[in-house]
Every structure is written in structure tokens, then in C-alpha cells.
């Protein structure tokens, strides 16, 4: 299934690179997105990315995350930077539609 690595502790202002590794699924033939959940809030979507190679960013991380794909690896990525306090929460890849599984996601968390 889906399993993103990278999260961990971080200083406001430092950045993070998180991954997704998939088994049986190939990332450039899906429309992919990173999501996050914070502690009492509900799951959010993040950023985009299509099998195209169009992004989408939420408002709130817009010219600080980027996402990215490693075809050759089949890797899904997200570029952290200028990581805020709010931006503090459990991490996760997962298809646009037909999500799969969620699995365990990676947890960030921004110290102020």
C-alpha cells in the first residue's frame, strides 16, 4: 500500500522532505495528493499532483511546499519549507479519488 517516511521535529523556519512509497500502485499514472491531519482537526488536503505533473497547493502552503514525483523510483515527495508551528500534524499520501488505505502517515511537528 501507501507508506510516507520523513516527518520529525523541526524548528520553525526548518524545513522537511517526506516520501511515499507504494506497492502495487504506480504514482505517475495516478492523480496523488498529500494530506495532513492536527491533533482535534479533521484530515486536510494539502497539495496535488497529476499523473500530468500539474500542482495544486492549499492557500496555507502555497510557495512553501512543493510535491513532486521520482518516476524511476516511483516515489511521491513533499518539500517542506519555512515550516510554521500550525503546520504541525500527521502526514499522509493517498489517491484523489479511489483512496487506498490510509496506513500510519508520518508525523511533523514545528516548534516554535
Known sequence: QLQASGGGLVQAGGSLRLSCAASGMIFSDNYMGWFRQAPGKQRELVATLSSRGTTIYAD??????????????NTLYLQMDSLKPEDTAVYYCNKISERLSWGQGTLVTVSS
Do not use: E, H, L, Q
Open 60 to 73: 496555507s502552503v502555497k510557495g512553501r511546499f512543493t510535491v513532486s514525483r521520482d518516476n524511476a523510483r
